[in-house]
């Protein structure tokens, strides 16, 4: 299942919902709250992948009860998000340290990685000899 801009997320994770669900990638930059999952919603989801998702403020409360999730992908992750899931002391890492598998890439590398190839391109080779 692919869900991407004007999803709110808020509705589709009660209980026994998508039981046969298996990968879920959430694309969307004006997602602002995922705000729960019950208990007993998603059984068979593997892979959860976040996309784009810049105006997530949390992961959503429940996740920790999902315990079939063997990858989460965070892309890009806000800075502010990493020091929350950090496995020595994040605030939100109970959410997550069930997820054998978790992938992210920091915002802030992300953006210095663009201004790196966006940067002034270099100067054309010449023949001088």
């Not at 959430?26 to 998702?53: N, Q």
């Not at 915002?107 to 190839?117: H, I, K, L, T």
């Amino acid at each position: 299942m692919l869900m991407m801009e004007g999803s709110t997320g808020k509705d589709f994770c009660k209980a026994g919902g998508f039981p046969k669900l298996e990968v879920l990638i959430i694309a969307s930059g004006v997602l602002e709250e995922w705000t729960e999952l019950e208990e007993g919603a998603l059984p068979r989801l593997k892979y959860l992948h976040f996309h784009s998702c810049s105006s997530l403020r949390m992961l959503p409360e429940g996740l920790q009860f999902v315990t079939t999730v063997e990858e989460l992908v965070l892309l890009p992750l806000l800075d502010e998000h990493e020091e929350r899931l950090k496995p020595d002391g994040g605030v939100e890492n109970y959410k997550i340290r069930n997820i054998p598998k978790i992938t992210f890439i920091p915002e802030s590398v992300v953006a210095s990685r663009f201004n790196e190839n966006s940067s002034t391109p270099p100067a054309p080779a010449t023949d001088e000899e």
